[in-house]
């Protein structure tokens, strides 16, 4: 029994540091998938930077094109015979400068737009390579603890197979089918009374068969195996 209590104990560690280590390219791929939403984000901002650029040309070409013609109307002003003419062409010009005036007010709300948007993408490219950095950082401690858990998972296994081949094949055997069904945790001690993997109350008798020593007892409730340890005693 003290083998299997020394090889559960070593088992305790491997399962612990599995976990840890199955865990890890889960967080990798969560710093990857933070940082590409964060370019993506970026990128989304200069793509909506481009399409107020874009209207701003537009209105831009097309205000130029209104003062052209504005031009061109006063020019004709002079060659105009009748008043009635001469007061059309007027209030023709007079509705387009109405409109340029609007287009005016379009085109500074834009050019604020701009203005903001441009320093918004500053900010937040200033803030993904403080992120970017971090990041680094972070997969660097990561990837250090991954090398770091594979050498103790090597030296834990090593200790483990000096130990596994001293025990009967038999109870071996049985042994680690409980480790894999209960998730590393196959021998556990009897705490007052009662299974210290499933804290379910014992027998009076089964207690008095883990206390001999004589073969191998299981819970009844979690199909562990149970032991006393040395320094506990039974009433």
Known sequence: MGLLIDLQALDTQIYALKR???????????????????????????????????????KEVILQQKEEQIKKLQGQLYTLKTNKEYSTMLAEIGGIKADNSLMEEDIIKFMDEIELARKKISEEKEL???????????????????????????????????????????????????????????????????????????????????????????CGSCLRILYIEDNVEIS
């Open 20 to 58: 840890e280590s199955s865990a890890m390219p889960g967080r990798l791929k969560s710093i990857d998938d933070m940082l590409e939403s964060k370019k993506a984000g970026i990128k989304q901002a200069e793509e909506n930077l481009k399409k107020v650029q874009l209207k701003l040309k537009e």
């Open 128 to 218: 993904f390579k403080a992120e970017e950095l971090k990041a680094q950082k972070d997969k660097a401690d990561i990837n250090s603890k991954a090398k770091e858990i594979e050498a103790a998972l090597s030296g834990l296994n090593e200790k483990r197979n000096g130990i596994a081949p001293n025990i009967e094949k038999q109870v071996i055997f049985r042994y680690e089918k409980i480790l894999k069904n209960k998730d590393g945790l196959a021998i556990v001690p009897v705490e007052n009374g009662s299974c210290g993997g499933c804290h379910m109350s014992l027998p009076p008798q089964v207690i008095s068969d883990v206390k001999l020593r004589e073969d191998i007892i299981i």
